[in-house]
Nanobody, 111 residues
Framework: VQLQACGGGLVQAGGSLRLSCKAT????????MGWYRQAPGKERDMVAT???????TYADSVKGRFTISRDNVRRTVFLQMDSLKPEDTAVYFC??????WGKGTQVTVSS
């Protein structure tokens, strides 16, 4: 299984970014997918998850600002991030079933 994430970058506070993660080597539609993030010196924390039947969960810190979605035809999971805050700065990782992990993409939010 390979997960390739992209879409990170530098954005000002209040701005938006859309992350995407394409999966190969797996039956994507039956996998639970998720996004985690890790800030310098901190543990990796769950940001959002989406199950095979499109059920979603969010960390309290991103509820109402971030939206996770999936496209089973394109084998891709997305994370739409709006109203970004400096505390959202981290490396964002996508995961398949919390077993396989992508390399991560840097998100930096300037104040």
């Amino acid at each position: 299984v390979q997960l390739q994430a992209c879409g990170g970058g530098l954005v000002q506070a209040g701005g938006s970014l859309r992350l995407s993660c394409k999966a190969t080597g797996t039956i994507f539609r039956i996998n639970d997918m998720g996004w985690y993030r890790q800030a310098p010196g901190k543990e990796r924390d769950m940001v959002a998850t989406i199950s095979s039947d499109h059920g979603t969960t969010y960390a309290d810190s991103v509820k109402g600002r971030f939206t996770i979605s999936r496209d089973n035809v394109r084998r891709t999971v997305f994370l739409q991030m709006d109203s970004l805050k400096p505390e959202d700065t981290a490396v964002y990782f996508c995961t398949s079933n919390n077993r396989y992990w992508g390399k991560g993409t840097q998100v930096t939010v300037s104040s």
